[in-house]
């Protein structure tokens, strides 16, 4: 048995105007769970404690919060991982989510984003035109697998640094599980997801690598990527900035074996958009007074065919 102390966010809309934190001193075995712990603290000391919670096998994603300043699931984090040394363990809500009561919270924005990106199947046919059902072959399935893990326990949505400023953005979870039905041939509305996930702010992402902890391990930054890939490779909003700005860098890196900002900025922009021209010709003018404006003209680095190899191995797109 060991002494550990919860050291609870407590938070009730109803009643509460600010939050304050409790602490509630326990005789355990480390061994147990975070949501273990939190159970034995409602069950012994104070039944006002409220968290959600439903499997407590990291199935159902119900207990994620914020341990310690990480967000994770509680029923799948033992204590004595996260017990700091002064034998406390701080506990709090997901980030990015308005608090309800104490470690609950609002979902509705969340949910949201999910069903806005209509994560279900809708195939070109009717079920009544097939005799059978609709068979998909084991490599087909592969793509699919690793994102039907995913929980929605929302971890990645709370982790996600765009998702804090720009409100807008779908989030990790989402546009991870709309891949999932992009990626399936049963699908007949390729195009369209695409198109509605570009609506999203998919573009918004900044490859952070945030919502990379992700205790199921879908890796919904590599799922970003693919939608990214196939929005260019399907040619969905294709004059917008996100997909013009990928195309460039991609473009200039190949070219020179180095990143041309000056062309970069003219081809995520428009070269002949004086308007959006004018909007960062400042930020030209303080680069420039800093002595950081790039050159105009960039020479190829040496041995620059090997840059270009890697790109043609990949098949990566180009803007033409």
Not at 13 to 37: M, N, S
Not at 161 to 175: K, L, Q, R, Y
Not at 178 to 202: P, S
Request: glycine fraction near 4%; proline fraction near 8%.
């Amino acid at each position: 048995m060991a002494k550990i102390t919860l050291d609870i966010f407590r938070f009730d809309q109803a009643v509460d105007d600010i939050p304050h934190r409790d602490k509630v001193a326990l005789e355990i075995p480390e061994t147990i769970t975070v949501l273990d712990a939190l159970e034995f603290a409602k069950a012994e000391v104070d039944g006002s404690i409220s968290f959600r919670r439903s499997c407590r096998s990291a199935i159902c994603g119900s207990c994620s919060m914020n341990i310690n300043g990480v967000t994770g699931l509680a029923c799948k984090t033992p204590c004595n991982t996260v017990l700091r040394s002064d034998g406390t363990i701080a506990i709090d809500p997901m980030p990015n989510f308005q608090p309800m009561k104490d470690l609950v919270v609002h979902m509705d924005p969340f949910w949201d984003k999910y069903t806005r990106l209509k994560p279900y199947l809708q195939p070109p046919d009717r079920d009544e035109d097939n005799p059978t059902e609709r068979r998909v072959s084991p490599d087909d399935m592969k793509k699919l697998v690793e994102v039907a893990n995913c929980v929605m326990c929302a971890t990645c949505y709370a982790l996600c640094p765009v998702v804090s400023v720009d409100p807008a953005f779908a989030g990790p979870a989402a546009i991870a599980y709309a891949y999932r039905f992009v990626e399936d041939v049963r699908d007949g509305q390729t195009k369209e997801r695409l198109g509605q996930i570009n609506d999203d702010y998919l573009w918004l992402c900044a490859h952070c690598y945030a919502c990379s902890y992700c205790p199921k391990h879908v890796e919904p930054h590599d799922r970003i990527v693919d939608v990214k890939r196939r929005t260019v490779q399907e040619s969905v909003h294709m004059n917008e900035r996100g997909p013009r700005h990928a195309l460039v860098v991609n473009k200039t890196i190949k070219q020179t074996g180095m990143l041309g900002e000056t062309e970069v900025i003219q081809g995520t922009v428009g070269r002949f958009n004086i308007r959006g021209l004018l909007k960062v010709a400042p930020l030209g003018l303080r680069m420039a007074s800093k002595g950081k404006l790039p050159p105009i003209f960039l020479r190829p680095i040496p041995k620059v065919d090997e840059v270009r190899t890697i790109f043609e191995s990949l098949e990566v797109p180009t803007l033409k």
